[in-house]
């Protein structure tokens, strides 16, 4: 990855209110990107988008729907894009549960309304739509998924973006591959990192409890999941979209960023050591009926090594610290930006 490659190229970025969003706005921004953003306000309240300040590194932030298809058409048209991330999501499965209509509406119809702008405007060369590691159809087994694995997903979201993946596959080799637009998926893993405040995630649910002073309420202690921290598939959006444009049709397709094998861990695992890690922190299960959520999730990421060259730099239990580390420094009230940018040279650093 080449910061010289990102240095003034336009780049339209959906999510950017978002966690993950918001840290590659800040990566792109910093390597001198012209960074365009489109998503609805901030899901969360504190949020990385307010703390960290990450609309003063933005060429413009658009606060609209995915579901809006003229309003983003006509944001992709104002930016004039030469590099597309999509991000935007309705990313939660329980939510999905709740609100399966718009979880559908957003993560598939907000893909088709990003991906007709994009035909709707000239310049556009390379696409990469953020899908998720439960596009997959899980049947529990302890193998890694490759990207050549069925589509599926038992509730609303995990289905929603094997959608999604369907639908950039169809735009691509229908519309957008004779354009000559690349277009590309990234699945990663359960990421974390500082400054995610969402409902019904491990780390953050772990993190409010502590500043409430109160136990962690936890549901499936043995689900094992792929974390990695949030710069490591960031990193491989980055790389991927670079080598969209520099070697175009070689790098179409699906793409896993999961970390390494070892780093797939129970929740049980987790939670023992951020409570390691925060004297006086506690947890217990939840003994009500929750709904579906797959057991065992985990990435064979050996095309994204072999191919791009892409490998994660931090352990889990790197990921962890610096989670921890960051969400500390906010409740001290320490400049956020900054710190945002200090763990990305580290990060860069560890390469």
């Known amino acids: 990855m080449s910061a010289a490659f990102w240095r003034g190229r336009r780049v339209f970025l959906t999510g950017h209110t978002g966690f993950k969003g918001g840290w590659l706005a800040l990566w792109l921004a910093e390597m001198g990107a012209e960074v365009h953003g489109y998503a609805l306000p901030p899901p969360t309240g504190p949020s990385l988008f307010e703390v960290a300040h990450v609309e003063r590194r933005l060429a413009s932030s658009t606060i609209a729907d995915v579901r809006d298809a003229a309003a983003l058409t006509a944001a992709v048209r104002a930016a004039r894009p030469e590099v597309v991330?999509?991000?935007a999501a309705q990313p939660l499965v329980r939510q999905s549960y709740r609100a399966p209509v718009e979880t559908y509406a957003t993560n598939v119809m907000g893909v088709v309304h990003l991906l007709e702008a994009v035909r709707a405007v000239d310049g556009v060369r390379a696409v990469v739509n953020v899908t998720t590691d439960k596009c997959y159809e899980n049947d529990g087994r302890a193998q890694p998924y490759r990207e050549g694995d069925p589509m599926g997903g038992h509730d609303p979201y995990s289905s929603s973006k094997g959608c999604a993946e369907l639908v950039?596959?169809?735009?691509?080799r229908s519309f957008l591959e004779a354009?000559?637009?690349r277009v590309a998926t990234g699945r990663a893993g359960n990421v974390i990192g500082g400054g995610d405040w969402a409902g019904d995630r491990l780390v953050p649910d772990f993190l409010r409890a502590i500043d409430a002073g109160q136990e962690l309420v936890i549901r499936s202690p043995e689900a094992t999941r792929p974390w990695q921290h949030v710069l490591e598939p960031v990193s491989g959006y980055l790389r991927l979209a670079q080598r969209?444009?520099?070697?175009?049709?070689?790098f179409d397709g699906a793409w896993n960023f999961g970390p390494p094998l070892q780093d797939a861990k129970p929740v049980r695992w987790i939670v023992e050591r951020l409570c390691k890690g925060v004297p006086g922190a506690s947890w217990r299960v939840d003994a009500a009926p929750q709904p579906h959520e797959a057991h065992m999730l985990?990435?064979?990421?050996?095309?994204a090594r072999e191919r791009l060259g892409w490998k994660p730099r931090w352990s889990i239990e790197e990921a962890l610290a610096r989670t921890l580390e960051w969400h500390l420094a906010?409740?001290?009230?320490?400049?956020?930006?900054?710190?945002c940018l200090a763990q990305l040279?580290?990060?860069?650093?560890a390469a």
């Not at 985990?298 to 095309?303: C, H, Q, R, V």
């Not at 040279?345 to 650093?349: G, K, Q």
Request: hydrophobic share 40%; proline share 0%; aromatic share 10%.
């Open 330 to 339: 906010w409740r001290k009230g320490a400049d956020m930006q900054a710190h």
């Open 168 to 172: 950039t596959a169809a735009w691509r």
């Open 179 to 181: 354009r000559g637009v």
């Open 345 to 349: 040279r580290a990060y860069e650093a």
């Open 85 to 87: 991330f999509h991000l």
């Open 244 to 250: 969209l444009c520099e070697d175009g049709q070689t």
């Open 298 to 303: 985990s990435l064979d990421n050996a095309k």
